[in-house]
């Protein structure tokens, strides 16, 4: 089957469906290329600040994080 038939087919697929939980499916899928490059900036975003955080030592020692952590869970 060649590109456009399928194209033409998933036109007609999508005019007739009525349910909106599988437009929006379609809607993902068919975006899930600019997903990805919005993931990956704001991955990359993240992982450049976490980088900053340790060169400046804004991070926490281990034995911070588990009395932070022991105190979250105890409340």
Known sequence: MASADIRLELKQLIEQEQDISVL?????LLSKQHLDSTLKSKLSS???KAEKN???GAVLSPDEM??????????
């Open 46 to 48: 993240r992982a450049l």
């Open 66 to 75: 588990q009395g932070r952590t022991s105190q979250f869970l105890s409340e």
């Open 24 to 28: 929006q499916a379609i809607k993902t």
């Open 54 to 56: 340790i060169k400046d």
